[in-house]
Nanobody, 126 residues
Framework: VQLQASGGGLVQAGGSLRLSCAAS????????MGWFRQAPGKEREFVSS????????YYADSVKGRFTISRDNAKNTMYLQMNSLKPEDTAVYYC????????????????????WGQGTLVTVSS
């Protein structure tokens, strides 16, 4: 499977961005997906995940209420709508597919995800 993340950029605090993750080479619709981020000098952290049907979504406390994850299985694409961005949201954002087909639960550990995109940089200025 190949994942291509896009949509990052420079935005002022309070602004919005929408990230996309296009998948190919696998039955996209059968796998849960997730977004992680890594800020400079920090460990990679979980941001959000979505079940294979899109019916279940999960968020880190730091982004809850500001970010919205979604997916379009017909387009093999996952999205992350990011609103009310803060400087602390600055990071490289990565998308990933879960290891288990048809997984519905909350999975925040990077080791649970087997395929990763190349990352897209989000920079939020104050």
């Amino acid at each position: 499977v190949q994942l291509q993340a896009s949509g990052g950029g420079l935005v002022q605090a309070g602004g919005s961005l929408r990230l996309s993750c296009a998948a190919s080479g696998r039955t996209f619709s059968s796998y849960a997906m997730g977004w992680f981020r890594q800020a400079p000098g920090k460990e990679r952290e979980f941001v959000s995940s979505i079940s294979w049907t899109g019916g279940s979504t999960y968020y880190a406390d730091s982004v809850k209420g500001r970010f919205t994850i979604s997916r379009d299985n017909a387009k093999n694409t996952m999205y992350l709508q990011m609103n009310s961005l803060k400087p602390e949201d600055t990071a490289v954002y990565y998308c990933a597919t879960h290891n288990l087909p048809k997984f519905r639960g909350r999975s925040t550990t990077g080791d649970d995800y087997g395929h990763w995109g190349q990352g897209t940089l989000v920079t939020v200025s104050s």
